[in-house]
DNA sequence: GAATGACCTGACAACGTTGTCGGGCCTCGT
DNA sequence: ACGAGGCCCGACAACGTTGTCAGGTCATTC
C-alpha cells in the first residue's frame, strides 16, 4: 500500500534532517526540539513524545559538530590517540584500553599510527587540533614537545606515554624500563652469565636508551666488565636482529646470554637461536611479551609489560584533567612482571662455580 | 626584557583565537583571512603575508567543524571503523591499513573496537553519524544490518570487512573463507590424515560458518564421512581450546590431525598439543596467521590471510565511493596462502597405505 | 480578585566558518 | 575620456545547533 515500487531499496539520496525539520513535523519549535534531545526538563509528556514520534520518524541524528559550536564550554567529546606502530602488539593493546575507558564515557577516538616519524608527529597533532579534539594522549616520537605547550595553554590537557617527553610538563605514563632492564640482566647474572649480549632498538628512542642504561649499570653494580661488542643498537625489525644476532654467536668468544630489549627483536633473535640450533645453550630474556612466547621452545622469560594498566591509566588521567583535575603533573610507572618460563634460567658457565667463588 | 618572571610556562589559559582575531591583527577582513587560510586565489602577495604572519603570530588553527557547517559539501573528512575486537592482531592490521590511506587523503580515523557484541555495533553506528563521519568500514557483528540502509541513502558510503553484511547491499572485502578452509582441510587429507578435527569460532559469527561448511564439504568431497564429535564449535578462546583440545586427544579414538579455524583458538590447540607431548604426532593446520607461529616446534602450517590487502582494498573502495563511484557494489574476496612450515605435514595412517589404496 | 510563581514554549542571537555578491581600484583598448 | 574587465577585498547571510530571554497559561495564595 505505501511502497510505490518494489525495488529493495529507495536510491534517491535523501536530505539529512535537521532541528527544524523535526520541529515542522511535530508542530513544535525548534527550541523544544533541542530539549527533548538533549533531555532537558520544562517540556511537557506529551510535547515530548510528539517530538520524540518525529524524529523518529525522521531518523534524526542531531548533529554534535553543530551543537559543540555553539555550545559553552565547546568540548567534542573526541580525544586524540598518537600511538608509536600499530603494527606493535604493544599499542595496539594501550589503544584498546584507551578505547574502553573512552566509550564509556562518551568520548570517541582518533587514532593515529606514527611509525616512529618525527614528522608524523607533529602533522598528526595539527589534524587533531583543526578537529578540535578535547585532549591528546601521546606517545612522544620527536625529541622536543616544547611545541605542544599552546595547546595545553588553551585548556586541552595531555598525557603521554610510553616514552618521558622533552619541553612540556604533563602526565606521563611509562614503563618501568630502567628497573625492570636491570631486574633482565640480574636474573641472567644469577645464573652464572657473564657474557650477556644487549639487543637495542633504535637509539634515539628513549625507551631503547633507558633500558641500555639499565642493562650497563646492573652489569657495572654486580662487577662484571660490559663488552662492547656484545651491546648492539639500532635494531628495529626482526630481519635485521636475527643477522646481528647469529654474528654475535658466531663470535670467537660468543656470549652465553641475551638480553633482547624490544619486541620484534626478540622474534628474530629466537630464530637466530633456533638456526643454530642454541636455543637450548644460551639464555635469553625478553623484554615486552613476546605473543604465544610460552608456545616455542624452550618457552621465553620475559620482562612482561601492562600495556592494558598503561592506557588505563592514561585514559584516567586525562579524564580527570578534563574534569578539572589541576593538581601538579604526575609521573606514573608502571611496574613490569618477570616472567619465569625456561629460555632465562639456562644456566651460564658462572654457575658450576658460583657458591664456591667471589 | 619581554618575560615578566622566570615561570617555565605561561599559565594562564588563553582564549583560542578565530579568524576574527587574526584578521583584526593584520587589519583585513575576515574572508580575506579565509581565502588565505585555504589557499584561495584572489590575495595580493603582502595581503596574504601579513594574514599568514598574523595567524602564526596568535599560532591560530582553522576549526574544521565550523568549516564543514557551513561548507557546502558538509565533509568532515571523517570516517568511521568498526573493528571486531583489537585484542586480534588480525584487527590491528587492518586498522593500520585504513589509517595509512586514509592519512594520505587528508582523513582522520574514528576506531572502535566491538569486541563482537551486536549491541556495540548500533552504538557505535549511532556515536559516529552524531559525529557526520564521510563513511564506514565496518565488521558485521549483528545477524542483520537492514538498519544501516539510511546512512547509504544519506549519502554515506559503506564498506564490510571480514564478513558479509546482512540486508543491505554495499561493497565486501572477505577472504576467501570456504575455499581456503578446504585448502586446508584438502591438504591435511592428501598427507594422508582422515579423522580430522574441526576447532570453529563462535557458531554466530559468519566465518566461522564459512570455514567449517569448506571443512565439511572437502572432508565429502573427498569421501571421508566427518565425526560429529570432532567438530567442535563455539571457541573463542586459548583456555577453552587447550581443554578442549585435550579432551579431543584423549578419546578412545582421537584424530590423527587438527583444523584450527582462528588465532587465538590454534594458540590453545598448540599449547594442549605440547602439554600432552603430541605435536610431533598430531598434524595442525591452522586459519590465519599466528604470530611467530615459525618459532614455535614443530612450525605452525598456516592458511595465511592478508590483513594489509584487506584494510587497503576497503579503504580504496571506500574512498572511490566517497568520489562518486555510482557503480553496483562489487564483493572482493582475497586469497590466503597456504605456509608449508612442518605441523601440517605429519603424515597420517592413510599416508603409507596411500599409493597402494583407493 | 489580583498577585505570585511554577511550568511550558518559541523568537532570536550567537558559535566560527564559507558562499555570495557587490564595490573599489587599476589597466587597457577605443 | 570612457567603458570593460580583471583583480582585490569585505559586508552579509547562512550552516545546525544551544543559551537567553520574554511571554503565555494555569493553579495557588492572601
Partial sequence: MTSMSDVPAPRQASRRPTMRDVARLAGVGIKTVSRVVNGEPDVSADTAERVRKAADELQYEPNMHAGNLR????????????VSSVANPFAAQVHRAIERVATERGYAVFATSLEDDPAAERRAITALARRRVDGYVVTPVRDDQSYLQVHLDRGNPMVCIDREPTGIDVDTVVTSNYDSAREAVRHLIAQGHRRIAFLGDLERIQTAQLRRDGYLAELADQGVSPDPALTVLDLHDDTSATAITRRLLTLPDPPT?????????????????????AEHDVALVAFDDVESGDLVTPR??????????IGRLAAERLFARLDGDVSPPRQLVVPTRLVVRGSGEIPGPGRA???GST
Avoid at 555550545?71 to 567534542?76: A, F, K, L, V, Y
Avoid at 641475551?258 to 626478540?266: D, M
Fill in 353 to 355: 662455580v658460583a657458591t
Fill in 257 to 277: 646470554a641475551i638480553f633482547s630489549s624490544q619486541n620484534l627483536v626478540t622474534v628474530g633473535a629466537i630464530r637466530a637461536l633456533q638456526q643454530l640450533g
Fill in 300 to 309: 621465553v622469560t620475559v620482562v612482561a609489560q601492562d600495556p592494558d594498566r
Fill in 71 to 82: 555550545r559553552g564550554d565547546g568540548r567534542t567529546h573526541t580525544i586524540g590517540l598518537l
